[in-house]
């Protein structure tokens, strides 16, 4: 399973994780300067307290040292030994002979430390005893009390546990608290964002609530005033888009009426011309066919100049279904072949692709292609090659159509698809038109380019 990028994460999502991991840094960083500073005082505790019962060994030592009393001495190391942690004690004369010495059993004392205290001789009854006090504070011995961690190290280590638990918790309720704060805080920024959604949309009657917080009701005031903006915006554009429409209308029919008066004129004349002749009796019957077949062809032109502005004025109703371009382009080149290998042009297909589908109105996909390969065939001069290619790239289908005639200017690139614009002594200008509106219809575009030395390149773009 592929991880989600971070900068794919939302606001609320990055800020939780933010102070999330901020929060647990933060508790873990005090967990563990509490339990050194607690850890620290244990054992300082720990110690002091081993150090006193040096003490209280050394006072209670005082009488069986002055006595040499050995049994004494051993009963009182003995004693000590039931200190937890304590496993031995030795009790030495002022020469460093031991006196006592008692272990605990089975007592590893490798590691152990030490605790030790002087003997003196300090109480007021023996100085009088021996007289005029010389002896007072005098050195006796010393004592020893070899201990171990043992207790306060299980203690350290469930103090350590109880920081980590407490650690946990307290950064578990953070989240928890900051899923709660920041939903509450990013939950008009999702309603913004779903209201954005549907402006975009074309919906200019959405309103955002106001909330809460008071950036939130400066936000959700200035949102709704904008859509109502919007909204004005977009109904005086509409009208100010109609009356556009209307001029543009009333100029493409008039072009419209000069297009259609120029180009019937010709095939109304040669039609009149043919009548007068037919009329004559002494014609002979190769010139009446000839003049019969004249009329069939103009006939035939005028009702393909009506057909194309036909095409050209109404809307297009397409109906889109799964269609194989490849398929497709290799049926419009074989039957373009048949008309065009014959006068020297040849029509050349390749392609990287098994299938090309495209979601489009095969007819009028049709109609448009075949518009743009027929007008490089109508350029070209016998001999010449057009090169058309389908490929897959990326996340596109790409047609090219190269060929090897006179090529565009500069000038009239931009212009070959407006209607009426021909180079041609014969057309409509229109054949480009239409097949450029059909590809907008398919979401496709078209670029035009140079095919160096000569001729030009056509190259459509489909969303795959």
């Known amino acids: 399973m592929n991880k989600r990028p971070f900068y794919n994460l939302t606001f609320q999502q990055r800020l939780v994780l ?5 929060l647990f840094i933060t508790t873990f960083a005090l967990g563990i300067a509490g339990n050194e500073i607690a850890k620290n005082f244990l054992f300082k505790r720990f110690k002091d307290r081993m150090e006193f019962l040096a003490k209280y060994l050394a006072a209670n030592s005082e009488l069986g040292i002055l006595l040499n009393d050995t ?48 003997v003196f001789l300090t109480t007021t009854s023996e100085n009088e005893a021996y007289g005029t006090g010389q002896f007072k504070n005098k050195e006796l011995g010393r004592v ?7 207790s306060i190290n299980e203690l350290t280590n469930k103090l350590q546990f109880s920081y980590a638990l407490l650690t946990l918790f307290i950064a578990g309720v953070g989240v928890i608290f900051f899923l709660f704060f920041t939903k509450k805080l990013t939950s008009p920024l999702a309603s913004l964002l779903e209201a954005a959604h549907e402006v975009a949309q074309g919906n200019l009657d959405v309103k955002l609530h106001e909330g809460q917080l008071p950036e939130t009701r400066k936000l959700a005031r200035s949102f709704n005033t904008m859509t109502k903006a919007l909204k004005e915006s977009r109904k005086n554009l509409e009208e ?5 429409i209307q001029e543009k209308s009333l100029s493409e029919v008039g072009r419209f009426a000069i297009t259609v008066a120029h180009e019937v004129k010709n095939p109304l004349g040669i039609i009149k011309g043919a009548l007068d002749i037919l009329k004559k009796n002494e014609i002979d019957q190769d010139t009446r066919k000839t003049m019969i077949s004249y009329v069939e062809d103009e006939i035939e032109r005028l009702n393909s100049l009506i057909t194309d502005f036909l095409d050209f004025s109404r ?7 799964p269609v194989d371009l490849k398929g497709l382009l290799s049926d ?9 290998q014959p006068r020297g042009i040849y029509i050349i297909f390749d392609s990287n692709v098994d299938k090309a589908l495209l979601d489009a109105d095969k007819a009028a996909l049709w109609r448009a292609l075949l518009n743009i390969i027929k007008n490089s065939c109508e350029v070209s001069k016998k001999g010449q090659q057009i090169q058309i290619e389908l490929k897959h790239k990326d ?30 002594s014969k057309g409509t200008g229109l054949g480009l038109t239409l097949a450029k509106k059909i590809i907008d219809a398919h979401m496709g575009y078209i670029e035009v380019l140079d095919n160096k030395p000569k001729g030009t390149i056509i190259k459509i773009f489909f969303k795959s």
Do not use: C
């Open 395 to 424: 996340e596109e289908i790409i047609i090219t159509i190269k060929d090897e005639g006179p090529g565009i200017k500069d000038k009239d690139k931009k212009r070959i698809f407006e209607p009426f614009f021909t180079k041609k």
């Open 332 to 340: 419009i080149v074989e039957r373009l072949k048949v008309e065009w």
């Open 315 to 321: 809307p297009q109703n397409l109906k889109f279904t």
């Open 144 to 150: 020893e009390i070899f201990y171990v961690t043992t």
């Open 240 to 244: 100010t888009y109609q009356k556009l």
């Open 18 to 22: 933010g102070i999330s991991g901020l």
């Open 71 to 118: 049994n004494m001495l051993m009963s009182l190391s003995k004693n000590l030994l039931s200190e937890k942690d304590v496993v031995q004690v030795k009790i030495f004369d002022i020469k460093g002979k031991i006196l006592a010495s008692s272990k605990a059993q089975n007592a590893d004392i490798k590691g152990a430390r030490i605790a030790s205290s002087k």
